[in-house]
């Protein structure tokens, strides 16, 4: 008994005392970040409302899609589960206008442009064009590889056939994907700047330095107060 209330005497003598305009601004910071976040998932909605739209009239040139695009940039931006999120659905509300909608090949449509976004939580916050270029090009040929292989199922035409077929259309793929991937690393730096999404890590390191979390019952977890 003894020496648990030596402990708990200890523990409260390390306890920070914060003073009130520190804990003002401490809170201030917290409405910051939480502002951030809803940004960031009305942001999301957006690319999967916007990539499903844009792929619609694009469909007049095969394979040209926006959706690597728009998945890359949400993992660059917000992390690969966000990246993947983005890429299997707006693969999926865009196949409700498409020609030739929904099908047996929605799954591995979808799972092609998710592995893509998800790519795109690999890259580093400063990646170079060299870097975004790799995981532009390695997204595409995973879509390539998993979409042709997959065709035999569909068709019974054997795998060398269904990419023989299919190289005019990866040709257009890579070529068309490339050129967006140039444009990635502008819109990255164009979104952070204008959602403030650049201070989202400094807000949340701030306070996790006083073992804050999303809720706003923390006063207590702060010890003792200053006037």
């Known amino acids: 008994m003894e020496l648990k209330l030596l402990l708990k005497k200890k ?8 003073k009130t305009e520190q804990r003002l601004a ?10 951030l976040r809803l940004k960031e998932y009305l942001l999301l909605s957006g ?24 998945a890359i940039l ?3 931006l917000f992390g690969r589960k966000k990246g993947f999120l983005v890429g299997a659905s707006s693969l999926y509300i865009s196949n409700f206008f498409m020609f030739g909608g929904q099908g047996p090949w ?8 998710g ?7 690999f890259l580093r916050k400063k990646a170079s064009y060299l870097e975004v270029i790799t995981i532009a090009l390695i997204g595409t040929l995973i879509f390539e590889i998993l979409m042709n292989s997959f065709t035999p199922f569909m068709t019974g035409a054997s795998v060398f056939i269904a990419f023989a077929l299919a190289l005019p259309f990866m040709a257009i793929h ?12 502008s819109a990255k730096k164009f979104i952070e700047k204008k959602g ?3 201070e989202k890590d400094i807000c949340a390191n701030t306070l996790n330095k006083f073992g804050i979390t999303g809720s706003f019952n923390w006063i207590k977890k702060l010890g003792k107060t200053e006037p």
């Open 115 to 121: 592995i893509a976004g998800f790519l795109g939580g």
């Open 74 to 76: 949400a993992g660059w």
């Open 196 to 198: 403030g999404f650049n």
């Open 26 to 35: 401490l809170h201030a910071i917290q409405k910051q970040l939480q502002s």
């Open 106 to 113: 929605t799954i591995m449509q979808a799972l092609s442009f």
């Open 174 to 185: 890579f070529a068309s994907n490339l050129l967006f991937a140039f444009a990635l690393p």
């Open 11 to 18: 523990k409260k003598k390390q306890e920070p005392i914060i």
């Open 47 to 70: 690319f999967i409302v916007g990539a499903a739209l844009l792929r619609v009239p694009m469909q007049a040139v095969p394979s040209a899609e926006p959706l690597t695009f728009f």
